[in-house]
């Protein structure tokens, strides 16, 4: 490629002009503030919206081409959607890297910004073509315009996300992070979902429970709560009386399972999707978060063991867990950053996916308390409990019961009394290493406990540990153990306790594998527990 | 003006957290609810037994809970069953055989006899597993003795109907087919404690 030099453009160019002088003298700099001087387009930049544009029309050309094709050829519209919508993106990437904005940096980190652009906007390209289909519009006709509403949304997250101009060096640092992470998380989820899919082929150890695995893939992960899950996303909320359940199952996963079931996706897909896709953004988010408490490689060490974490496999399950830790270190990451708003909004999606949610008020209020006073700051750590009173307000109106989402768990044997904590130990004694999962979740409760003390001796803010240790020791107050290392996964100072604790490199290299083989161990035990 | 703002961030976020309950999340059924509404009543209710049509003859039968799962049904002819949980067996007694006929039809239909008669912990059970298989349980409506009701469906092969007082929420029938029986039933509430 003729790529200019910087030298020469400027010689091409217009001769650069004398620095714009205030018609005040420099003693009076104070005195009257002038009105910013009006920037004139850059003519660099226009060139880049006009290739941006090219590259754009040739996006939509493959689109549409491939749409048509896979449909005449009697590919399903949204199949075909889907498919022609990974070509245009494959396309669009590299006309765009190469040619648009020249980047350089790492391929993988801008590849990763530039899919989630992508898988976004495929999202309102998915929805929109579903209502014009719904409306009546033909296949072909439908795809044309939802391309034409979603393509500036791709226009404008790539260029102001994905190839905006940024500090060099942190930028490169954080994509090379994102990278890593990335093939962490990949590496991680194919032994979760490999097991998973050999597990059932085997069907072991409960042979009459698998149905085949060509019928029903990756059925082991839809054990154990997601059948609550789907049952909230399938018709909304029951309420059993005196019964298990479905109201102590929080409502934003299944919501949001519902929104992308409508999309046209089997419920069983749509739930394992939005789980395993919140655990991405659940991975960045912790990234981002810790970052703001350890040092670089620490930070990435973090999300890295997140991905690796032996209870980590209920990440891939139905289940919320994934999209609440995005949620929670979302939240914490953008109060960081003085983006309150951002940090009130996930502060209530955390609430509103888990009750355990709730507590990343705290974490908030100090950061609102220590660092910024305004008004805002502490609405937005006050959102997550209002998020959680918007669930109460909910299930009163649907149910009839505003704490329907606690009193189902007396059905569970769960009810939070005084003495929880000695039942729960009591519960324990008595299982006598007759129930090793019990045993399981008490030691991995240990284990959070001793990770947030280190995270605290490391410096993380003692809010964040406070509120992981509320949520791994206030389950003991209903009395039980049950479940409390599934409850822990939702802590990300727990997190940074570990990265610190495999800081040495010998130690590192020993976690990483032994984590990845209990991972491994821990899916492909999934149903020697009974849901 | 700072407070004011931060009053209405919170408020936002209280209307969109509800709202987005209210449009995310699909509405239960007027079936769905319905159900419900009996699974509540049943789960207070007791029955004395009932009076089954099965197989062309016509038999009182008494219920007796002998546990919290556990309960014994006795027909007028002697013969015993005990219901257990969803699984129903019956009672050998060699000390009173019954006359052929009468023991065939209810050997053959144990699960006939057990669905009519009036056991409550067996409805509930039935009626909580169709509702946690995601199964609709509300059948319509109909008309029995002249009074209005509500069918709500237990199980499918064989079909298993329990008739609801629409007035009064109260089950006041039953009805089941198969291939090989037809039988209905008035059922017989009590407020006993020894009512099952």
Redesign the interface.
């Known amino acids: 490629m003729n790529q200019r030099s910087p030298a020469k453009t400027r010689r091409r160019g217009p001769a650069p002009r004398p620095e714009r002088r205030s018609p005040l003298n420099a003693t009076d700099v104070t005195a009257v503030p002038l009105p910013p001087p009006r920037r004139r387009p850059d003519r660099a930049e226009l060139a880049r919206v006009a290739r941006f544009a090219a590259v754009g029309a040739s996006g939509y050309g493959v689109n549409l081409g491939v749409f048509a094709i896979l449909v005449h050829a009697g590919t399903p519209a949204t199949a075909a959607a889907v498919t022609s919508f990974v070509a245009a993106v494959a396309n669009n990437y590299g006309w765009n890297r190469v040619w648009t904005f020249r980047a350089r940096g790492s391929i993988a980190g801008q590849g990763a910004r530039f899919a989630g652009v992508s898988v976004a906007t495929l999202v309102v390209n998915l929805a929109a073509l579903h209502l014009l289909l719904a409306g009546g519009t033909r296949a072909v006709p439908a795809q044309a315009a939802a391309i034409v509403i979603t393509m500036p949304l791709n226009y404008l997250g790539n260029r102001l996300w994905t190839f905006a101009p940024a500090t060099p060096g942190l930028r490169d640092l954080r994509a090379g992070a994102y990278a890593r992470i990335l093939v962490w998380w990949g590496l991680s989820r194919t032994l979760v979902f490999a097991t998973a899919l050999v597990v059932q082929a085997l069907r072991w150890p409960r042979p009459g429970w698998y149905v085949a695995v060509h019928m029903r893939p990756l059925a082991l992960l839809e054990a154990w709560d997601g059948r609550w899950y789907r049952?909230?996303?399938?018709?909304?909320?029951?309420?059993?009386?005196?019964?298990q359940s479905d109201t102590a199952f929080f409502?934003?996963y299944?919501?949001?399972v519902?929104?992308v079931h409508a999309l046209g996706v089997p419920l069983q897909a749509a739930a394992l999707l939005v789980a395993n896709a919140g655990f991405v953004l659940g991975l960045i988010a912790l990234y981002e978060l810790a970052r703001t408490w350890l040092p670089e490689k620490t930070a990435e060490r973090t999300a890295i063991y997140a991905a690796l974490f032996p209870i980590g496999y209920v990440f891939s399950m139905e289940y919320p867990e994934g999209m609440v830790l995005a949620a929670v270190a979302g939240a914490g990451a953008a109060a960081a950053r003085g983006r309150?708003?951002l940090a009130?909004?996930l502060g209530?999606v955390a609430t509103?996916g888990r009750p355990e949610g709730v507590f990343v008020a705290l974490p908030l209020a100090a950061l609102a308390l220590r660092r910024d006073r305004?008004?805002?700051a502490?609405?937005?750590a006050?959102?997550p409990v209002?998020?959680l009173?918007?669930?109460a307000?909910?299930q009163r109106r649907?149910v009839g019961d505003p704490l329907a989402f606690s009193t189902a768990q007396h059905a569970w044997g769960r009810r939070f009394e005084l003495a929880g904590v000695q039942r729960a130990v009591r519960e324990l004694l008595h299982a006598q290493g007759q129930n090793l999962w019990l045993a399981r979740d008490a030691a991995f409760c240990g284990l959070y406990v001793v990770l947030l003390v280190v995270a605290l001796r490391a410096g993380v803010p003692l809010a964040w540990i406070v509120a992981g240790a509320l949520i791994v020791l206030l389950p003991l107050e209903s009395g039980s153990f049950t479940s409390d290392a599934r409850f822990g996964l939702l802590a990300p100072a727990a997190y940074a306790g570990l990265a610190v604790a495999g800081r040495r490199r010998l130690l590192d290299l020993a976690l990483r594998p032994a984590m990845l083989c209990l991972l491994g161990a821990a899916t492909a035990t999934i149903l020697l527990r009974w849901p | 003006m700072?407070?004011i703002?931060?009053?209405l961030?919170?408020g936002a976020?209280?209307a969109?957290?509800?709202g987005?309950?209210?449009v995310?999340?699909?509405?239960?059924?007027h079936g769905?609810r319905v159900a419900?509404g009996v699974?509540?009543r049943l789960?207070q209710t007791r029955f004395r037994g009932s009076v089954l049509r099965l197989g062309g003859r016509t038999l009182p039968v008494w219920c007796t809970r002998h546990h919290r799962s556990t309960s014994v049904l006795e027909l007028a002819t002697g013969e015993r069953l005990r219901v257990r949980n969803q699984h129903v067996a019956v009672v050998r007694d060699p000390a009173r055989e019954l006359a052929s006929d009468t023991r065939a039809a209810v050997d053959l239909l144990p699960a006939a006899v057990a669905d009519l008669a009036g056991t409550q912990a067996l409805y509930v059970s039935e009626l909580?597993g169709r509702?946690?298989a995601?199964k609709s349980a509300y059948a319509g409506t109909g008309v029995v003795d002249g009074r209005p009701v509500y069918l709500i469906r237990l199980g499918d092969r064989p079909s298993v109907e329990l008739l609801v007082d629409r007035r009064t929420g109260k089950p006041v029938g039953a009805r089941f087919d198969s291939r090989r029986a037809h039988g209905t039933s008035r059922l017989l509430l009590t407020v006993s404690r020894t009512g099952c």
Do not use: N
């Open positions: 049952m909230v996303a399938a018709r909304g909320y029951l309420a059993l009386p005196h019964r409502p934003f299944p919501a949001t519902d929104g309150w708003t009130a909004a209530a509103l305004r008004p805002v502490f609405a937005a006050a959102a209002v998020a009173a918007a669930v307000a909910y649907m | 700072a407070v703002r931060a009053g961030l919170l976020i209280a969109a957290s509800f987005l309950l209210l995310a999340l699909p509405q239960p059924s769905d419900i699974l509540d789960q909580v509702l946690l995601g």
